[in-house]
Structure formats: C-alpha cells, structure tokens
C-alpha cells in the first residue's frame, strides 16, 4: 500500500484524499454550521446574508454538523464512511445545476452567494479526486 491510494481488489482508492476530504468537512462545514447554530445572526451579518427563517435554516445548519460529526469517523475508516463523501458531494453538485446556475444565468445571482458557490465548486472538485465511485458504484459489495 503507498501513501498516496491502494488498491481494493481493482479499485484505486484515494485515502489520504478521502481523509483530506473529511478534514475540509470537519473545518468547512462543522465551523459554519457550529457558528450558525449558536450565533445565527451574527454568523448571517459577518458572512453578509439576509435574515433566514430559524427552523428551516436550522435543518441546514444541522445537517452541516452531521456531516461534520461523520466526517470525524470517516478519517478514522475512510472507506467506510465513503458513503458520507459521496452525499456531501451529490447535495452540492444539485445546488450549483438547481439554484446557483440558473439565478446566474438570469442575472439575479445575489452578491453573497458568490462565495458560497466557490467554497462548493471546491468541494465538488475535491470529491471528484477523493471518492472511489467506481467502488461505491460496484455490483456485489
């Protein structure tokens, strides 16, 4: 086994990508959604978002924790906790195609979400290298 991925039977699988992938989570996520949960507001007026309606953005914010917790065992069992890699990676792929993309494309694209579109695309990005589709993806595991 290198350090840089083994294989499973004839499937390339990237674990120090899966485990940096966790990590971005773990900082990325598990941060904002923290900051969210216990200072909504101010989190809203430094990031320079409008006001949200607290039960739903609150499912958000919950869910970024989740991830966030999951990703902690996913750096300990990388392979095992795939599946986690492969969810945050889907939500964010549906977000840019079903809501970034389209306000852009008519011009209606507010400021704020620019960064958040970023910090997507470089997830994105990262989850193209780290997740082993071909494994998750097989018949018979």
């Given at each position: 086994?290198?350090?840089?991925?083994?294989?499973?039977?004839?499937?390339?699988?990237?674990?120090?990508?899966?485990?940096?992938?966790?990590?971005?989570?773990?900082?990325?996520?598990?941060?904002?959604?923290?900051?969210?949960?216990?200072?909504?507001?101010?989190?809203?007026?430094?990031?320079?978002?409008?006001?949200?309606?607290?039960?739903?953005?609150?499912?958000?914010?919950?869910?970024?924790?989740?991830?966030?917790?999951?990703?902690?065992?996913?750096?300990?069992?990388?392979?095992?906790?795939?599946?986690?890699?492969?969810?945050s990676f889907?939500?964010?792929?549906?977000?840019?195609?079903?809501?970034?993309?389209?306000?852009?494309?008519?011009?209606?694209?507010?400021?704020?979400?620019?960064?958040?579109?970023?910090?997507?695309?470089?997830?994105?990005?990262g989850h193209?290298?780290?997740?082993?589709?071909?494994?998750?993806?097989?018949?018979?595991?």
């Amino acid at each position: 086994m290198n350090n840089m991925y083994a294989e499973t039977r004839e499937f390339r699988i990237r674990y120090n990508w899966m485990k940096f992938m966790y990590a971005y989570i773990i900082v990325g996520a598990g941060s904002l959604g923290v900051a969210f949960l216990l200072a909504p507001n101010t989190t809203l007026n430094l990031l320079g978002y409008p006001a949200q309606e607290p039960l739903w953005a609150g499912v958000g914010y919950s869910v970024f924790v989740a991830f966030a917790i999951l990703s902690i065992f996913g750096l300990r069992s990388p392979l095992k906790f795939a599946p986690v890699l492969l969810l945050s990676f889907t939500y964010k792929v549906i977000w840019l195609i079903a809501i970034f993309i389209p306000l852009l494309v008519k011009g209606q694209l507010p400021s704020y979400a620019w960064l958040t579109g970023l910090v997507f695309v470089t997830y994105v990005a990262g989850h193209l290298i780290a997740i082993p589709f071909r494994y998750l993806l097989a018949k018979g595991q």
